[in-house]
C-alpha cells in the first residue's frame, strides 16, 4: 500500500517569497492534516480538512498561510510571503474517516528554510 | 490551555529497558497515542490508550492512567534501531467531533552498545 506523498522534499527560499507544498493521501484516506513542526518541537496543527472540507483551521494563520483540497484528494498548502520563523519540517497526515481511535498515517515532509 | 510534558532527552543501553513518561493537561480527553519519529523521517503509530490500563505490543508497551492524566512507553530489549524521539500526542476537544490530536515535544532517545 502506498503511503502519504508529500513534494518537494527540501525548499530553501527568502523572506518574503512564496512557496507551495502538495500532499498526495492514502487511497479512499478522507482526512487529510497539515502540521507543522519546528525543529525539537512536536507537530502542531495547522488544518484538517474532512474530504474536502474544512474542519478546524483555528491555528493557521491566515494572513499569510492558505491550504485547499479541492476534490477530496490531493491538498495544498501555500505560505506567502514566508517569515524567517516558518523555518520547519511541514508534515501531510491521513487518515481514514477522521474518527477518534484511528492512527494518522503521515508522509516524509517537506523541509523549509527560510533565509 | 493544552499542556504535553515529556523528559526532552533519555539515554539507554542497548539490551535494557526503558520508560518514557508522558503527564498532559487538556480541554478533554479522547485517547493517548505514541509515535516514533527518526531523525528526518515521518512519525509512525506505536500504541493508542483510550482506556486505563497497560497495552502490550511485542518489544513496546503503553499505560494509561487517565485520572492522573499520566501515560509511559515502555520498550524492553532496547535495540540501536531505537534511537528515535518519541512522541506522546492527546486527543483533546476541538472543532472536529474527533477533536484535534495535540502533541508533546517529543523525547529523543539514545541507544548506546
Known amino acids: 500500500e502506498a503511503g502519504v506523498a508529500q513534494s518537494p522534499r527540501y525548499k530553501i527560499i527568502e523572506k518574503r517569497q512564496s512557496v507551495a507544498f502538495w500532499c498526495n493521501p492514502i487511497?479512499?484516506?478522507?482526512?487529510l492534516y497539515w502540521y507543522q513542526q519546528i525543529l525539537g518541537q512536536g507537530p502542531k496543527l495547522l488544518i484538517q480538512f474532512q474530504n474536502n472540507g474544512v474542519v478546524d483551521d483555528s491555528q493557521l494563520p491566515k494572513d499569510r498561510f492558505s491550504a485547499e483540497r479541492l476534490k477530496g484528494v490531493d491538498s495544498t498548502l501555500k505560505i506567502q510571503p514566508a517569515k524567517l520563523e516558518d523555518s520547519a519540517v511541514y508534515l501531510c497526515?491521513?487518515?481514514?474517516?477522521?474518527?477518534?481511535?484511528?492512527?494518522?498515517?503521515f508522509g516524509s515532509g517537506t523541509q523549509l528554510s527560510v533565509l | 490551555g493544552q499542556n504535553i510534558d515529556q523528559p526532552t532527552e533519555m539515554t539507554a543501553t542497548e539490551g535494557a529497558i526503558v520508560q518514557i513518561n508522558c503527564t498532559y493537561q487538556?480541554?478533554?480527553?479522547?485517547?493517548l497515542f505514541w509515535y516514533q519519529q527518526h531523525a528526518g523521517e515521518a512519525p509512525t503509530f506505536l500504541s493508542y490508550?483510550?482506556?486505563?490500563g497497560l497495552e502490550e505490543k511485542g518489544r513496546f508497551s503503553s499505560f494509561l492512567s487517565r485520572s492522573k492524566g499520566y501515560s509511559y512507553l515502555l520498550l524492553k530489549e532496547l535495540q540501536m534501531k531505537d534511537s528515535a524521539s518519541y512522541l506522546c500526542?492527546?486527543?483533546?476537544?476541538?472543532?472536529?467531533?474527533?477533536?484535534?490530536?495535540?502533541f508533546g515535544k517529543g523525547t529523543k532517545l539514545s541507544v548506546k552498545p
Open positions: 487511497s479512499g484516506h478522507a482526512t
Open positions: 500526542a492527546v486527543r483533546a476537544l476541538g472543532r472536529g467531533s474527533q477533536g484535534n490530536l495535540i
Open positions: 490508550n483510550v482506556l486505563d
Open positions: 497526515a491521513s487518515s481514514i474517516m477522521g474518527k477518534v481511535g484511528e492512527k494518522l498515517f
Open positions: 487538556t480541554s478533554g480527553f479522547n485517547g
